[in-house]
């Protein structure tokens, strides 16, 4: 049983790179459920109830001038990376009720979901700007389950939105 968690947990970690990877903001809608939800701690009415609202907000971001990954600065002039790891036993929570009713839900729901579902949960933290006084740094955990025979994503539980704190690639392996 543990080498097939750990196999799934790499699966998952390359889905991710993968996922990163895309320029095309509508195709890193193919990596989500239709019924891909979106909850925010630091902003709880940056929610989304599917998919394609996500994609909307991915398009958002990038008219409004948040510097995305596919921005056309070479990568080593810019400051970015980002950690995954799979969520610890301590981490098996989501937000409260209060933040996740913008995503239509409670957190009693989403807890009797993923056990019913077999949701995994990957804890990414991921930075990035023009240079390291500037960059903003965003924590998730993406939740992830089996559709068919791929993994997608099906929740982004977003914990923190903002500048460096200090933590960035502390939380796993850095890649990128």
Not at 27 to 40: R, T, V
Not at 55 to 73: F, T
Not at 147 to 156: A, F, K, S, T
Request: aromatic share 10%; hydrophobic share 35%; glycine share 8%.
């Amino acid at each position: 049983m543990a080498t097939d968690t750990q196999q799934i947990i790499e699966h998952l970690k390359a889905r991710y790179s993968a996922y990163r990877k895309i320029l095309d903001i509508d195709a890193k809608g193919l990596f989500f459920s239709p019924n891909c939800m979106q909850i925010c701690g630091p902003h709880p009415t940056y929610a989304a109830k599917d998919g394609q609202t996500i994609v909307r907000y991915l398009h958002e971001a990038a008219a409004g001038g948040i510097k995305q990954v596919s921005d056309d600065k070479p990568r080593d002039q810019k400051y970015e990376g980002y950690t995954i790891r799979a969520i610890r036993e301590d981490e098996l929570s989501f937000e409260t009720d209060e933040v996740v009713a913008h995503a239509g839900t409670t957190t009693a729901e989403l807890k009797q979901r993923a056990k019913k579902e077999g949701w995994v949960g990957m804890r990414v933290d991921l930075w990035f700007g023009d240079r390291r006084e500037t960059a903003m740094l965003v924590k998730v955990k993406y939740w992830w389950r089996k559709e068919g025979d791929e993994w997608v994503q099906i929740l982004h539980d977003i914990m923190y939105m903002g500048p460096l704190d200090g933590t960035e690639g502390t939380e796993g392996e850095v890649l990128e």
